[in-house]
């Protein structure tokens, strides 16, 4: 079973975009062939070369198609985002789709550590600790949302350990 990670409010007024793409993307898969997210783990420890079978989106190269040298990945975890939370992800020298989910993987992995010394501004449902169940293991991702210019957010879902690929 898995459930999406919902996505904290996005003050687009604060928003700083550094470029502007050739095109909007909107909504890339990175998921696998069955819907299903990669977990931030194997992004992190596997080759990008193994996983690009089953998920037919990490061939792909729309994400650097676009133009741009580097995109803003935001990050609106439920309760966190007062913090504003921004990570610069490079797409200089990436071949494919692949390689920018690894780079997200990473940029999450980065977030998780800041976050689980902040205390959230909310009731903690979403709260990131360092025994939580939110982690590198269980979160998954399915795609990158295209929000305006370089600007872009993760989905991402929370995966038992029986449905994790």
């Known amino acids: 079973m898995s459930r999406n990670i919902p996505q904290g409010k996005l003050d687009t007024a604060s928003f700083?975009?550094?470029?502007?793409?050739r095109a909007m993307l909107g909504r890339v898969s990175l998921a696998y062939s069955n819907g299903?997210?990669?977990?931030?783990?194997?992004?992190?420890h596997r080759p990008v070369q193994q996983l690009k079978g089953r998920a037919p989106g990490l061939n792909e190269q729309s994400?650097?198609?676009?133009?741009?040298?580097?995109?803003?990945?935001?990050f609106c975890w439920p309760g966190y985002e007062p913090y504003d939370f921004t990570e610069i992800i490079s797409l200089s020298g990436l071949k494919c789709?692949?390689?920018?989910?690894?780079?997200?993987?990473c940029a999450y992995q980065m977030f998780l550590q800041k976050a689980s010394r902040l205390q959230p501004y909310d009731d903690g449902r979403y709260a990131i600790a360092p025994n939580s169940r939110f982690?590198?293991?269980s979160l998954a991702l399915l795609?990158?949302?295209?929000?305006y210019g370089d600007?872009?957010?993760?989905?991402?879902?929370l995966q038992d350990r029986g449905m994790m690929m």
């Open 143 to 147: 795609g990158l949302r295209h929000v």
């Open 135 to 137: 982690s590198i293991h």
């Open 151 to 157: 600007i872009f957010v993760a989905e991402l879902e």
């Open 16 to 21: 700083r975009c550094k470029r502007m793409p």
């Open 36 to 44: 299903a997210g990669i977990v931030l783990y194997d992004l992190l």
């Open 63 to 74: 994400l650097l198609a676009i133009g741009l040298p580097e995109i803003q990945l935001k």
């Open 97 to 105: 789709n692949g390689q920018v989910a690894a780079a997200v993987a």
